[in-house]
């Protein structure tokens, strides 16, 4: 079987393993058995390590306390610069992780490493894998793939034990100081608050007035999509997809060919002093956003969701860890780069599967499709298999802006409101009358699914 030599990158956080990298520590072992997982962590993330040799890999943990601090451009540096020494045909990693989620490090592996990359992978079926836009490619060496999908790791023999990590340093890596930790990461957190953004005054009602609600916004004229004007600089290169956003933020727009090489790019933003760069938030710029920023040395913000000028600095918006935080990021390199939300337009109304409303997705497709209304879910419906990821709406989803969005048993977690915050009307039924979303809809049913009658 010992087909490829294999890197799992993985990290530890709050002393457990990131969801995410299961799927691509057992998608490893089904490969090859020549399989090593490779953590960047404190020294506090050991115990966690060891357990993980009990699966038959070996384990190495870089660590440094120099290291504390570093950003996504800090850390790819790191952790390419431990994959080099071990060799491998191929990397595997998560594409996110649950605290952070900026999916940048993968990309900005491969960019290093001179590897490819395929990101967002949700399925694998023999040296087959499948990402969420349903491209496939076999596992090739020198490339960096990225599994989007939560699987846990498989389980260690019980009479497997556990054996040593490998612990290096940078006394190991010789990385420049400069390089490393917070003096080495482009980008600064300026502030973190919890967001008001999108929150709305909930009126209740009863499950049998919101057909007549659903009616009525349907009937209104859309609103006009603002975008809010300050300060600005003098200008920034855009993709298409973020030309309009990019107008309430430069004087100047630079329109982006995203079909030339990233190195193409990279050469004309070399030109200037300075710049800003904004990308949409689909996964091909996003990886192209990753390379570039390696390429020219740039602090990169990823999933910002809203953009602004204060004293000729770009300040960006995006959800940070935990459930409601939001924080304010600004770039202290020369360049700036980012990838922005986009809203597509989307159909006049959508309906969302929740956890809650599982076992009644065939209601809600009927009602839907009576309204002519796109059928949406959150994430774990996704990850659950009870719909497809075209359908999940959130952070790490799409992003809507219907007249009128409806939830069905969602609770509204930040990563999904911070997608629909662009919808005129939101209507959210759920059986625990606490449930966040209610703080983020204009109209709530506080009633327990299975006692309404979805179906029209
Ligand atoms: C890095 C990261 C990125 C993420 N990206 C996304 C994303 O893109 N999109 C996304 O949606 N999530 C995302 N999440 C997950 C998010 O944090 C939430 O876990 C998720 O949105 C919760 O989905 P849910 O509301 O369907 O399920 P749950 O949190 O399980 O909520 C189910 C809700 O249904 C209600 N309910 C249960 N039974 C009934 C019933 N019979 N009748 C009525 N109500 C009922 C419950 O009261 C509860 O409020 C992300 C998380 C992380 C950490």
């Not at 506080?446 to 309404?452: G, L, M, R, Y």
């Amino acid at each position: 079987m010992s087909k490829f030599r294999i890197v799992v990158c993985v990290k530890i956080f709050g002393g457990e393993l990131n969801p995410f990298d299961g799927a691509a520590i057992a998608s490893a072992l089904e490969a090859s058995d020549d399989v090593t997982l490779l953590a960047m962590s404190p020294m506090s993330d050991l115990a966690e390590m060891r357990a993980l040799t009990r699966l038959g890999v070996k384990a190495v943990l870089v660590s440094d306390k120099d290291f504390a601090g570093s950003d996504t451009t800090a850390t790819s540096l790191v952790l390419a610069a431990a994959i080099r020494g071990l060799r491998p045909d191929v990397v595997f990693c998560g594409f996110r992780s649950v605290d952070g989620d900026t999916a940048q490090v993968p990309p900005m592996l491969a960019e290093r490493l001179g590897f490819g990359f395929f990101g967002g992978i949700v399925d694998k079926s023999g040296d087959t894998l499948t990402n969420a836009d349903g491209e496939k490619t076999q596992i090739r060496e020198n490339t960096v793939y990225a599994f989007g999908k939560i699987r846990p790791e498989p389980l260690g023999g019980i009479f497997s034990g556990e054996s040593d990590v490998e612990v290096i340093s940078n006394a190991d890596l010789k990385l420049s100081p400069d390089e490393i930790g917070l003096t080495g990461s482009p980008t600064r957190v300026v502030k973190t608050f919890v967001s008001d953004t999108g929150r709305r005054n909930c009126k209740f009602v009863r499950y049998d007035e919101i057909s007549a609600l659903i009616s009525a916004a349907l009937k209104r004229a859309r609103r006009e999509k603002k975008y809010e004007s300050g300060e600005k600089l003098d200008e920034v290169f855009c993709a298409e997809a973020v030309y309009k956003q990019a107008a309430a933020i430069a004087k100047k727009r630079i329109r982006i060919d995203e079909n030339a090489q990233p190195s193409d790019l990279a050469a004309e933003i070399k030109k200037r002093k300075s710049a800003v760069v904004l990308f949409g938030d689909d996964l091909g710029s996003k990886t192209f956003a990753a390379r570039l920023a390696v390429k020219v040395g740039a602090g990169l913000c990823a999933d910002c969701v809203g953009l602004k000028v204060e004293q000729g600095s770009l300040i960006m918006t995006r959800p940070a860890r935990g459930q409601t935080t939001t924080a304010e990021v600004k770039c202290v390199s020369p360049f700036t780069i980012a990838t922005v939300r986009t809203v597509k337009d989307s159909e006049d109304a959508a309906f969302c599967v929740g956890m809650g409303a599982i076992d009644y997705i065939d209601d809600i497709r009927a009602l839907a499709k009576r309204y002519g209304a796109a059928l949406c879910c959150t994430r774990p419906v996704a990850d659950g298999g009870y719909l497809p990821y075209s359908c999940q709406v959130g952070l790490t989803g799409k992003s809507v802006s219907p007249k009128v969005y409806v939830l069905f048993g969602a609770s509204g977690a930040v990563q999904h409101t911070c997608a629909i915050e662009n919808s005129e009307v939101i209507i959210a039924i759920n059986a625990d009358k606490n449930a966040r979303i209610f703080d983020y809809a204009d109209y709530g049913v506080k009633e327990d699914i299975k006692n309404v009658k979805i179906r029209p």
